[in-house]
């Protein structure tokens, strides 16, 4: 997984998830658009982030372990019990 690069600004950010509230669309294959990154912050619980690409790479994140999108890459996240987190986008 790559570290966020140290030019990018955040310009957005979800609101808290949880794991009753999180969208199917982000439980199923998606990706940023070009040029956006994004980190998945846990702040309570833990989530899987599955990061698509060959090989495949799965992280369980959790309020000590952050997780980095990168631009245009596929992924997707499932909740492991009760969790609440957010995504903060950079650019």
Known sequence: MEALP?????????????????PSGLKSSHRTKPGVW???V????????????SPVEELRLDSDSAGVVE???????????KVRWYVQFYR
């Open 6 to 22: 140290p030019d990018v600004q955040p310009y957005r950010r979800t609101p808290e998830f949880t794991e009753e509230t999180t």
């Open 38 to 40: 994004g980190r998945i």
């Open 42 to 53: 846990v702040l309570e619980g833990s989530l899987l982030y599955r990061i698509l690409r």
């Open 71 to 81: 631009p245009g890459i596929e992924h997707e996240v499932q909740p492991l019990g």
